[in-house]
């Protein structure tokens, strides 16, 4: 029989509907997530490195996956002059904050120097996991609240660990453009916190050698090519290694006759 409702004479709706019913007096469900936590909770390190292991599992992914970009295969000839962003506190920076720079400074070098004129490589790598003790302080999660027990944490995100003059974003280019990758450096000192400086290199590229030392092995084929660097051939060794094969065989000869 019909029932009176407040919609009048209508059969009076179960709230045992199925989910594909669509009941025009129900609100849509909300569903609230938690945010971040600001980087300042993480900034500075306690405790022992904590990395990724058959013992830590369900470690989310970096946010960072590039550590290079540009033209990262070119001999160090090609770009002479490199700048670096140094650190000056011993801290933790997060994977998000290393992605952010990353992405401003190739974003700078790309609009004012071009994208075939440099390489960025970001130096540290975030291997030590960061946790967080999930708890609800909303109403009603009394039984979800455990407080001070099991407080461990659960793995919540990545982190590198740096100490002061470690260098965190490399840039080599052409000397006229090595101030540009400066000021790009500049700009993506803004996604870390603590204090950092740039510095302009006065070695080749990314090498160990100063610009004048480089030029004087390489005339004397003390230094070869090895991808973006150079290795250093010591005075030790056969001799054909430092006065080359042909002049070796024609003092060979030599000694023959």
């Known amino acids: 029989p019909k029932s009176k409702s407040c919609f009048g004479s209508r059969k009076r709706l179960s709230f045992a509907a199925p989910s594909n019913t669509f009941l025009p007096f129900l609100p ?3 569903v609230i997530t938690m945010g971040r936590r600001p980087a300042r909770c993480y900034r500075y390190a306690h405790g022992k490195p904590y990395p990724k292991s058959k013992y830590c599992r369900g470690v989310p992914d970096p ?3 590039i550590f290079d970009c540009g033209k990262k295969k070119l001999p160090c000839d090609e770009f002479p ?3 670096h962003m140094v650190c000056d506190e011993n801290q933790q920076v997060t994977s998000e904050c290393l992605e952010a720079a990353r992405i401003a400074t190739n974003k700078f070098m790309v609009t004012n120097a071009g994208r ?3 390489h960025i490589r970001m130096r540290p790598h975030p291997y030590h996991v960061l946790r967080i003790n999930k708890t609800l302080s909303c109403a009603g999660a009394d039984r979800l609240s455990t407080g001070m027990r099991g407080a461990f944490g659960k793995p919540y995100g990545t982190a590198a660990r740096v100490k002061i003059g470690q260098v965190l974003i490399s840039i080599r280019t052409k000397d006229e453009k090595v101030q540009i ?3 790009a450096l500049r700009r993506a000192k803004f996604k870390f916190a603590g204090r950092q400086k740039v510095h302009i ?3 080749m590229g990314f090498t160990k050698f100063q ?3 480089y ?3 390489k005339a004397s084929g003390r230094l070869i090519s090895d991808g973006i660097g150079v290795q250093w051939l010591s005075s030790r060794g056969p001799l054909h290694r430092l006065i080359g094969r042909k002049v070796a065989a024609e003092l060979a000869a030599e000694e023959d006759d």
């Open 181 to 183: 990758a400066a000021e």
């Open 28 to 30: 849509p469900l909300k």
């Open 211 to 213: 610009k004048e030392d």
């Open 215 to 217: 030029n004087k092995w």
């Open 116 to 118: 075939d004129f440099f």
């Open 63 to 65: 946010k960072i996956r």
């Open 201 to 203: 290199s006065s070695k």
């Open 81 to 83: 002059a490199a700048a």
